[in-house]
């Protein structure tokens, strides 16, 4: 049976993390018309065990080599029965869920303050829990500095959380399976110069900043910063892998 959007949860090793994360969307799960699909890159934990009875679909990756997250989101993507997606990683859950899914609901109805829009990023803060005071200036100036590049017609969105209409994305050929960082800005950008794009200061996603707090601001931000100017310029990501942070 078709469902009016999907949330799609790419994962990898999160078994300390995915039964929570997807306790919050079943919640909900009755009162709003959505399914749930998770993307397994190829756990070898209990991640796909403790998904199982959450989750209405599944996704394995099970190839010896290692899966980048775009190609897991396109997997997610291509079983779904929606056509409107929303994609959220493993380590991140909406401020306020209800609310949330009151947006996307309105979204994919062609309503509400984004109706019409083929594409939308959110706004991103770090669980209450893990910040720290530092993260605060980190992430009020690139949410900041996202909105603008939407503004302007560039199109940015982190891949935390991404609402995008299955038309445009089949278009595109969904994410670039190749890039292994900088997935998320090259689809966007792509968006944004054949439909439209927008930014959702009000759609706050909470996420684990533990990559900042492991390697530091100057290392990840100079990370994205290369990984940005690879994929505008050669269509490619400088990184060969993305390490994982658990």
Known sequence: MKKKFSIIIPALLEEKRIESILSEFVKYRDEFD?????SDGGSSDKTVEI??????????????????????????????????????????????????????????????????????????????DEEKWNDKYF???????????????????????????RKIFEEENGYNPNIVAGEDFDLFRRIAKRGTVAF?????????????????????????????????FAGRSASKEWEAIR
């Open 139 to 165: 992430y009020k100036f690139f949410n900041s500095y996202f909105a603008f590049l939407n503004k302007i017609g560039i199109g940015m969105g982190r891949g935390e959380c991404q609402l995008i209409c």
């Open 200 to 232: 959702a200061s009000d759609i706050v996603i909470y996420e684990s900043p533990r990559r900042f707090h492991k390697q530091g601001y100057f290392r990840t931000m100079l990370r994205w910063f290369v990984n940005s100017l690879a994929v505008m």
């Open 34 to 38: 959505y399914e749930i699909i998770l």
């Open 51 to 128: 998904a199982k009875p959450l989750a209405d679909k599944i996704y394995t990756h099970t190839q010896e080599r290692r899966q980048t997250i775009a190609e897991g989101r396109n997997m997610g993507a291509s079983s779904g029965s929606s056509d409107y997606c929303v994609f959220i990683n493993a380590d991140a859950l909406p401020k306020n869920m209800r609310g949330f899914l009151e947006q996307v609901s309105d979204w994919a109805k062609g309503g509400g303050k984004y109706g019409g829009k083929d594409a939308i990023a959110c706004s991103v803060l770090p669980f209450p």
